[in-house]
């Protein structure tokens, strides 16, 4: 029998590596401090189309300057599956949120309806003095971030560059409240990752994926695409299947199928995560299942 399975984040395996025989990471952050780097760009590129300026963000954010962005927009009224009512700015600005959580894939167009308020709420006045785990956008940064598409309003001539405020805590190998992931895993990593998550995006799953490869290690590598909006909306099945074919892989040695992640013609196409979704969870019409397509 093997010692221990990780059921989480990845960093653990890294900081840890004798300790741990495979991990299985459920809509993971894999892309660690990039995810709050999305953050910072949702905010910032939506405030740039809309015309509405507030970096940092005042307690008035929520309430007062989101409302004017969403109008302005063209998103206020937008909801999943129901008339596209987003403008040109709108239309541009979803354009750029899909590219930065994964890029054009299955059911990007309702996720982004069904998350399109939420990153606002992420952003809050700066407290001095506070942690990282209090105040994450102390670690995020777009100086080096080109946004796409840039036409027809030209975003990276006008939106506003933010530096990262703690630049050591970011570049830091160190096991802190936002621990860094470096793409170094030296046993079996079986993944799954909603598609249409926008908390904790597929974007991670492209990033760690990247990484991976950047250091010789797609061997130990395994990611599966859900075809999920909501975060960690996974069926039972879809959970079961994936830690049993973990097992088999680290005790038998025989590692597991899953989808291609980085090439974003394969995520693109209509099919894209039918392969490991739970048909049955489709059919029952659980959860945010029947934002998708159904599968061929």
């Not at 010692?3 to 025989?21: A, K, M, N």
């Not at 490869?213 to 069926?235: K, M, N």
Request: proline residues 8%.
């Amino acid at each position: 029998m093997f010692r221990d399975v990780l059921i989480g984040g990845t960093s653990s395996i890294e900081q840890f590596p004798r300790y741990y025989d495979g991990a299985l990471p459920m809509c993971g952050v894999l892309g660690d401090h990039e995810l709050f780097d999305f953050f910072l760009d949702y905010n910032l590129v939506a405030q740039e189309l809309a015309g509405v300026h507030e970096y940092p963000v005042t307690e008035n954010y929520a309430t007062v300057t989101v409302p004017k962005i969403l109008e302005n927009l063209g998103l206020t009224g937008l909801t999943p599956g129901g008339p596209d009512t987003a403008n040109e700015r709108g239309k541009q600005f979803r354009a750029i949120a899909v590219n930065r959580s994964g890029g054009p894939r299955p059911g990007d167009a309702a996720a982004f309806a069904y998350w399109k308020s939420f990153p606002f709420t992420l952003a809050t006045p700066p407290v001095p003095g506070a942690t990282l785990a209090e105040n994450p956008d102390q670690l995020s940064t777009n100086l080096l971030t080109w946004y796409s598409p840039n036409r027809p309003f030209n975003v990276n001539a006008g939106v506003q560059r933010v530096r990262a405020e703690n630049l050591p805590a970011r570049l830091s190998n160190r096991l802190t409240q936002i621990p860094r992931v470096n793409g170094r895993p030296g046993v079996p990593v079986l993944s799954l990752h909603g598609l249409g998550d926008m908390f904790v995006p597929f974007s991670m799953e492209q990033i760690y994926a990247s990484e991976v490869a950047w250091h010789r290690r797609s061997r130990f590598l395994v990611q599966r695409a859900i075809r999920t909006v909501e975060h960690c909306e996974f069926s039972a099945a879809e959970a079961g299947t994936a830690w049993d074919d973990l097992v088999r892989w680290v005790e038998r040695g025989k590692r597991p199928g899953g989808d291609v992640t980085t090439k974003p013609r394969v995520v693109a196409r209509s099919d894209y995560g039918c392969r490991y979704s739970d048909r049955a969870a489709y059919d029952a019409g659980a959860g945010t299942r029947r934002l998708f397509p159904a599968c061929p």
